[in-house]
C-alpha cells in the first residue's frame, strides 16, 4: 500500500525535497515533483540488480537514474532445512519481498511512481545443471512478481540478452558497463564491482527500452498528466 495519506495525494501536493538513497546512502538527483520512473530489473537466483530510471523525455538521454539495489539471499543459517527446495522457496520469498519494497516504497518514499519494470531475462542456457536450474527459478520468480505488479498499474517490458549485446554493439559485459557508466557519469554507481555487474545490466535494459513503443506510451502519458 501506499505510505502517503490521502490528503497528500492531491495533485498540488508537492513531497519535500529528497536526494535518492543508494543502499542506505543519498546520490545527487532531488525528487522535487510526483515523477513517474521506469524500474530495470537484471534478475538473477544468486543476485539481482535493480535500477530506478527517471523517464525524462527532454533529455536525449530519455531517463535518468536516481537509486540502485542490489539483492542478495544467503543460504539460510538454520539447519533444520534439510531440503533444497525449502532453502529454494526461503530466499525466492526473500527477493520478492525486497523487489516489492524497492517498487512500492522506497520509490514512493521518495516522490516516484513506477510506471513500467524492463526486466532483462535469464538466457535460459548452461552447461551446468544447477546454473540452469537456477535460471528457471529466477524466470518464474520474475514471471510471478511482473503479474503482481500488476496490480498495482505497473506494466512489464521483457528484454533478451541478444538484444542488448546488439543495441551496445558489443558481446562484452565489461564493454556494456563501462558504456552504460558513461552515458550516466554523473550517477553515483555502485563501487562494489559484483553488484556494479548486475546494476550496470539492469540499466542497459532500460536502454533498450527507450526504443521500443512502451517508452512512446509512457511519454505521451506524462505529457497527458
Known amino acids: ?65 536516481v537509486l540502485w539495489r542490489c539483492i542478495r539471499k544467503l543460504k539460510p543459517a538454520n539447519k533444520q532445512h534439510v531440503y533444497q527446495a525449502e532453502v529454494d522457496i526461503l530466499k525466492i520469498q526473500g527477493i520478492r519481498e525486497e523487489i516489492m519494497d524497492f517498487c512500492l516504497h522506497e520509490c514512493s518514499d521518495l516522490g516516484y511512481t513506477v510506471a513500467a519494470l524492463v526486466v532483462e531475462t535469464p538466457h535460459g542456457g548452461a552447461q551446468g545443471a544447477r546454473a540452469n536450474r537456477c535460471m528457471g527459478l529466477a524466470t518464474g520468480m520474475i514471471a510471478c512478481i511482473a503479474q503482481e505488479l500488476e496490480a498495482y498499474s505497473v506494466l512489464t517490458e521483457w528484454v533478451q540478452p541478444n538484444e542488448i549485446k546488439r543495441a551496445f554493439k558489443t558481446n562484452s559485459k565489461t564493454a556494456i558497463q563501462e558504456a552504460v557508466m558513461h552515458k550516466w557519469q554523473e550517477f553515483e554507481w555502485p563501487t562494489v564491482k559484483a553488484d556494479l555487474e548486475h546494476v550496470a545490466d539492469a540499466a542497459a535494459a532500460v536502454v533498450v527500452a527507450t526504443g521500443r513503443p512502451i517508452w512512446t506510451m509512457l511519454t505521451l502519458l506524462m505529457e497527458k498528466t
Not at 1 to 19: F, G, I, T
Not at 22 to 39: E, Q, S
Not at 48 to 56: F, P, S
Open 1 to 65: 500500500m501506499n505510505k502517503w495519506k490521502d490528503a497528500d495525494l492531491r495533485p498540488e501536493y508537492n513531497p519535500p525535497k529528497l536526494k535518492g538513497r543508494v543502499n542506505g546512502k543519498y546520490c545527487k538527483h532531488p525528487a522535487t515533483d510526483w515523477k513517474k520512473i521506469v524500474v530495470g530489473c537484471d534478475v538473477a537466483y544468486g543476485a539481482t540488480g535493480l535500477v530506478a530510471m527517471e523517464i525524462r523525455p527532454e533529455l536525449q538521454r530519455k531517463a535518468m537514474p
